[in-house]
């Protein structure tokens, strides 16, 4: 038997795939014959095409055999990829412990560990915007000052819970958009706030009740748009509560979170990364990118909540966008 022909066998299916492209076992034919032609990621790129197209599950048992295998295929050359990587970066005088956090999640999105997770707004979508998960605190001038007011703050919150009126209502009402997975939250408690200001449009009377509260938000580049920002909520998620994973409207603000109450068990994603709420340190976020949150402790956890511009947004940008946005 002759030396077997990888080039040709592979242009044979290359053009095979011209009059089928949505041939799943095509591509995995392909992405067989360059893994074992040493064309590990050629062979990537074919495995990484039969599953996308595989993802509307509509597809036989054979197909799904296919499939499987171009799953596990993917995994293994994915292994020895990252591992030949790793393995450069340390001869190189990068050992894996010494990587900073940003380049290490990198190679793990590039081994298919981790999710590539991107800005993907709800509602409306600004370009040329990065989607980053959390934002370091330290480069926003006025966090300091809100963290500052954490105490006050808490004080004026454990003063309103010890009038007894609780005032706190579901965050999700019937009328409110939310991804399906949250729908069980409808009207329930176990996600509720109360409300300083909603969309832009401020509750004066629960002002009066939080002045500190107010004044230190006012610190912060609040989005001031009557009918879209800012909103300002103190925010309650009851023991056992979990809010799934959602994108948010906008990526032209930013979401703070000031924990207050904050028992253990509790945790918060965005995309990639798991955070634990600290009292009195604040979070920022893009919320466009998707995040869930968890409270498995045995007591209520109250965060404050507040949305700012993006920092990279410009001053006309921002006169566009309130223009826009205006009700």
């Known amino acids: 038997m002759g030396e077997r022909d990888f080039a040709v066998e592979e242009a044979e299916l ?3 795939l011209e009059t089928e492209p949505d041939s799943i076992g095509r591509h995995v034919e392909l992405a067989d014959l360059r893994a074992q032609a040493g064309k590990g990621n050629l062979a990537r790129h074919s495995y990484r095409e039969a599953l996308r197209i595989a993802d509307d599950g509509r597809h036989f048992s054979e197909i799904q055999r296919k499939v499987s295998h171009a799953r596990a ?7 020895q990829l990252d591992s030949k990587r790793r393995a450069t970066l340390a001869e190189r005088g990068f050992p894996d412990d010494q990587l900073s956090p ?10 298919g560990r981790l999710k590539r997770y991107e800005s993907e707004p709800t509602d409306f979508y600004f370009p040329g915007l990065p989607a980053i998960q959390f934002f370091e605190t330290a480069q ?27 005032e706190f209502r579901a965050y999700l009402q019937g009328h409110s958009v939310s991804p399906e997975a949250n729908k069980k939250l409808r009207g329930k408690r176990d996600w509720s706030v109360l409300s300083l200001c909603e969309n832009g449009w401020v509750d004066t009377r629960a002002v009066e009740r939080f002045p500190r509260t107010w004044q230190a938000i006012q610190n912060a580049p609040l989005p001031a748009v ?8 103190l925010s309650k998620l009851a023991p056992g509560a979990h809010i799934a994973a959602h994108n948010g409207m906008f990526n ?17 994603r965005v995309g990639n990364e798991v955070r634990e709420w600290k009292e009195g340190e604040l979070l920022i976020f893009d919320d466009t990118i998707e995040h869930e949150a968890w409270n498995d402790g045995s007591e209520d956890r109250v965060i404050l909540i507040f949305d700012v511009w993006r920092p990279e947004l410009t001053e006309v940008e921002k006169s566009e966008l309130s223009a826009l946005f205006h009700v």
């Open 102 to 111: 940003r380049f290490r999640e990198a190679l793990e999105i590039a081994a």
């Open 252 to 268: 032209t603000r930013l979401i703070c979170h000031l924990p207050l109450v904050v028992p253990p068990g509790c945790r918060f």
């Open 14 to 16: 290359s053009r095979m």
């Open 226 to 233: 009557y009918g879209w920002g800012p909103t300002v909520v």
């Open 140 to 166: 926003f001038a006025w966090g300091q000052a809100i963290e500052a007011a954490a105490p006050a703050i808490l004080e004026e919150l454990q003063r309103e819970l010890e009038r007894g009126a609780d």
């Open 73 to 79: 295929a993917l995994e293994r050359i994915e292994t």
